[in-house]
């Protein structure tokens, strides 16, 4: 059965499933902060190999920022497998044999920020193993006077969510929680980012929202 990718807006915890990996963001995926001596580096979000060792690369593209950022991005959680932890420049791919059942933590940096305010879109992109089209996966990073200087604008945000059996069964229970109440809309994804189905949009509630 074809997986399809649910996305719904107003959220902070991410979790979603392609083929053998699960992929696994407990931060919001449009993320505010000020970097620290020059560098902002964000949460660590994992991903689990659930299938077979197979070999996997990860890439990275990023629109925006100041002329000076530049991204780097470091994984963990690989020690026991041989694979010591290490970070990456963004233009470089970067592939391993990913071990069956391992965890790999990833982050994302960005660097040679100054006095300098803006916002990047930031893309991994997954391929490899058993995929037949590539797991992309967003974020965006804003400085925090970039987000107070745009008028007070509420941006919306992203949840990756399962759905089982699938979103199309009528015995299919879609489950997230939001921080405050706000406008909610539910659609269906494929993995090349087209809208199959929207399932709903509306008003959501603060708390635990059921559908």
Known sequence: MKKLLLISLLSIMTISLFATLDIDI??????????????????FFHITNTGDTAEYTIDIEYTGGADSWFMTWCHEGLDDYGILEGCHHHSQPWSLDFPAGAVMGVDFQV??????????????????????????????????????????VEVPTMQFV????????????????????????????????????SLFS??????SNNF
Do not use: C, H, W
Not at 27 to 42: I, L, Q, R
Not at 130 to 152: G, W
Not at 202 to 207: E, F, K, V
């Open 111 to 152: 660097n040679g920020m100054g006095a300098e305010d803006g916002m990047l879109e930031i893309e991994y992109i997954i391929t490899g193993g058993d995929l037949t089209e590539p797991i992309i996966l967003p974020f965006t990073y804003r400085t925090t006077d970039f987000v107070s200087n745009s008028n007070d």
């Open 202 to 207: 509306g008003r959501g509630t603060s708390g």
């Open 26 to 43: 407990q931060f919001d995926t449009d993320v505010v902060g000020d970097a620290e001596n020059g560098t902002y580096t964000s949460e």
């Open 162 to 197: 399962t759905n089982y059996p699938n979103p199309f069964n009528p015995e299919t229970t879609i489950s997230l929680n939001l921080t405050k109440a706000g406008n909610l809309d539910i659609n269906i994804f494929n993995m090349k980012g087209q809208i199959v189905n």
